[in-house]
């Protein structure tokens, strides 16, 4: 098994200095002052609490491609948790290949460059952009060569995108059929652009909420995530949350009607007698409801209003 001290040497060995790519620290400083929300870096203890959920035999003879990802930075605690976790398990996983790809977008603060790593159990090589494809490689996720690994080798996805590009890269990522679990942000079952796939059955909550990242500073930050998948999940411990009783039972406090007669439950109480769609937060779809026999009715937010005020945003479900 590789340890993450034999991580941090393989990493060393590959590293340029900042001198080598012509940067010095205070550029680095001013990069990471002028960072966006998406430099928010996953802790390498919420991806092995979440990956470590999935049977293992996922993963056997598989090529897992993290495409957000910086494999190789100067110090394991800059390399993506994603990345460390992989290569630290890929014997006891039985992975066929781990790829990498890293964004050269304008937050690139080591100029790293748009690189590729490739690891085997043979070893790791760094991609060849220059050679085996075209010269402008960003490492954007939706670069050709990206979009090429993700179709044509790629088995399992695993990373925690840009939050700012996720709409396109949910759909780049459904559309390739691919078995993907990633991170996004917790409001999606009942943001407009991603209620489709949980309607459609593309798409469903992994186990676990992420609360902190880190910031390229390495500081903790909150930020309200989520795991999402299409690996089959069997029993969900979330599934006790949801408390799915008859209407009558469903107190009252946790019930009401809006302004136009539809019916609100709260606190993940579910009516199990309710013929009518009825509308539920974020939290009971997460806690696992489409797979309870219930299904969204309407491929969009739906925002009641009681005695004329507008509510926050929820999805419309209704009994199967
Ligand atoms: C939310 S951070 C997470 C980073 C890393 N995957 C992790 O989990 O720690 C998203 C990363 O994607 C990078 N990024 C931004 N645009 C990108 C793009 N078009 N393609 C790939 N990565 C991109 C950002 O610079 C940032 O480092």
Same mark, same amino acid.
């Given at each position: ?8 040497? &393989? ?8 001198? *080598? ?8 400083? =001013?990069?990471?002052?002028?960072? @966006?929300? +998406?430099?928010?870096?996953t802790r390498y203890e919420d991806v092995e609490k979440e ?6 035999? &996922? ?32 014997? *006891? ?14 937050? $690139?603060?080591? @100029? =790293? ?30 670069? #050709? ?6 179709? *044509?080798?790629? $088995?399992?996805?695993?990373? @925690? ?6 709409? $396109? ?11 993907? &679990? ?9 943001? #407009? ?15 676990h909420?992420v ?20 690996? #089959?999940?069997?029993?969900? #411990?979330?599934?006790? =949350? ?6 009558? *039972? ?5 019930? =009401?009607? $809006? +302004? ?61």
């Open positions: 098994m590789t340890t993450k001290k034999q991580i941090a040497k &393989i990493i060393k060995r590959t590293i340029p200095s900042l001198e *080598e790519r012509g940067v010095t620290t205070k550029d680095v400083l =001013q990069k990471a002052q002028s960072v @966006n929300n +998406d430099e928010f870096y990956l470590k959920m999935y049977p293992k035999s &996922i993963w056997k003879n598989k090529v897992v491609f993290c495409n957000c990802d910086d494999a190789v930075n100067s110090t394991d605690r800059n390399t993506s948790a994603f990345a460390l976790y992989f290569l630290t398990k890929f014997n *006891e996983l039985g992975l066929k290949k781990l790829i990498c790809t890293h964004y050269a977008g304008k937050v $690139d603060l080591f @100029n =790293q460059g748009p690189k590729g790593y490739i690891f085997t159990k043979f070893g790791f090589n760094e991609m060849d952009t220059k050679k085996e494809y075209p010269k402008n490689y960003t490492g954007s996720f939706d670069d #050709p060569l990206s979009l090429k690994i993700l179709n *044509e080798d790629a $088995d399992i996805v695993c990373t @925690n995108p840009p939050f700012s590009r996720a709409i $396109d890269y949910w759909r780049i990522l459904i559309e390739s059929g691919k078995r993907f &679990i990633i991170i996004s942000n917790i409001t999606n079952p009942i943001t #407009p652009a991603f209620i489709p796939y949980f309607m459609k059955g593309k798409v469903w909550a992994g186990y909420e609360d902190w990242f880190l910031t390229p500073k390495r500081e903790m930050t909150r930020a309200a995530g989520y795991w999402y998948t299409n690996v #089959p999940i069997k029993n969900r #411990p979330k599934y006790k =949350q949801l408390k799915i009783i008859p209407l009558k *039972e469903i107190p009252e406090e946790n019930k =009401q009607y $809006d +302004d136009h007669k539809v019916l609100l439950v709260k606190k993940c109480y579910i009516p199990s007698d309710y013929k009518k769609p009825f509308a539920v937060s974020a939290r009971a779809i997460l806690n696992g409801l489409l797979e309870k026999g219930y299904e969204i009715v309407k491929d969009n937010q739906y925002f009641p209003y009681v005695n004329g005020k507008k509510c926050f945003g929820r999805v419309l479900v209704k009994k199967m």
